[in-house]
């Protein structure tokens, strides 16, 4: 089993559209959580943290669940700039620093 | 948010020679750097950390001769591909460290694509 987890898509949605992505990870002492934006040929970029309280920037709400070891990522009206892959990163281990990245999620929203 | 940058951006190269990539952290000091290799529709793999003023750590299976880094300041990293074969083109990204504890993130560079001909 991969450490992290998450369905690779594509996610095929129009303008507007409502979508959600998750995670999972296998390491039940993973301390910190985010989500990663990448688009074609760039390098990765801070989307948000992941806290257990849950959190909100905007149209994007990222959720923890402990107790299921999973994340998740919802995106409301969708844009077409939205268009990416949303990469998964859990971080922290017992032991040390250490981080983990998913394979990626890849969306397309379509006009 | 926290500025890395990479240089170069782009490199076109022969087999058999070496290439150096810079990563610097524009605005932070960052005692821990990382280097990741990004194939075509593959995840970012991470290849070692970098830490300032100490040996490199290597992942499983990346060759420490092959890709010699070098944590000179706490602003600055390199990466050397020595002696490039074509397999070894591919997208390259650090990664500085902003923070110490386990809930820190990382900010990326750019990347440089490495083309082996």
């Known amino acids: 089993r991969k450490e992290v987890e998450q369905d690779p898509g594509p996610f095929n949605v129009p303008e507007g559209a409502t979508v959600a992505f998750n995670c999972t990870y296998s390491n039940s002492a993973s301390q910190s959580f985010f989500w990663y934006r990448q688009d074609c040929r760039k390098e990765p970029k801070l989307l948000m943290s992941?806290?257990?309280s849950g959190n909100e920037d905007g149209r994007f709400t990222a959720q923890l669940n402990r107790a299921s070891q999973y994340i998740s990522l919802l995106i409301r009206d969708s844009k077409l700039s939205d268009s990416a892959t949303y990469l998964c990163v859990v971080n922290g281990a017992a032991g040390g620093f250490k981080t983990i990245f998913g394979a990626g999620t890849r969306l397309f929203v379509k006009a | 948010g926290a500025v890395v940058s990479q240089h170069p951006s782009r490199v076109i190269c022969k087999s058999g020679t070496s290439v150096k990539i810079e990563c610097r952290s524009l605005?932070?000091?960052?005692?821990?750097m990382f280097w990741y290799r990004q194939f075509p529709k593959q995840s970012l793999m991470l290849m070692a950390t970098?830490?300032?003023?100490?040996?490199?750590?290597?992942e499983q299976g990346v060759e420490k001769d092959k890709f010699l880094i070098n944590h000179a300041s706490l602003t600055l990293s390199t990466l050397t591909v020595t002696s490039a074969h074509p397999e070894d083109s591919s997208f390259y990204i650090c990664s500085a460290r902003l923070g110490q504890g386990d809930t820190d993130t990382q900010y990326f560079g750019p990347g440089t694509r490495l083309t082996v001909l």
């Open positions: 970098s830490n300032e003023g100490s040996k490199a750590t290597y």
């Open positions: 605005d932070f000091q960052a005692t821990t």
């Open positions: 992941v806290y257990s």
